[in-house]
């Protein structure tokens, strides 16, 4: 049978996390000052005024260099547990594993073959 008054204190939880930045917006946009003017439209650079425009190019490539690295920084992160518990899983899992890797290896290949591990 189902019993939903187990589920009290997930429900609760679900509805204080999800009133606290609700109302951490609403208190800053009512507690916030307003002020327009040139002043709060120009860029801060540490309390030195600004010298040439503010809007910079950077290059597709850093970007795409950084999610290289989170994307496979992130897949490690997954095979640690597998690797903590190898001896216990058994040969399913070591294939199911062997398979990811195999996955991961192959979008290196392509990431590498598109150039998006070259720095220069």
């Given at each position: 049978?189902?019993?939903l008054y187990?589920?009290?204190i997930f429900w609760a939880f679900i509805i204080i996390s999800s009133l606290i930045p609700?109302?951490?917006f609403l208190i800053s946009g009512v507690l916030a000052p307003i002020s327009k003017g040139p002043k709060k439209l120009s860029s801060y650079e540490s309390g030195i005024?600004?010298?040439g425009v503010a809007w910079l190019q950077f290059r597709i490539r850093y970007y795409m260099?950084?999610?290289v690295f989170v994307v496979f920084d992130v897949e490690m992160v997954f095979l640690y547990p597998w690797a903590m518990s190898f001896d216990v899983l058994g040969v399913s899992v070591f294939i199911e594993a062997l398979i990811f890797?195999?996955?991961l290896i192959v979008g290196l290949v392509y990431a590498w073959r598109?150039?998006?591990l070259e720095w220069s």
């Open positions: 049978m189902f019993l187990e589920y009290y609700i109302l951490a005024e600004p010298m260099f950084a999610l890797v195999l996955i598109k150039g998006a």
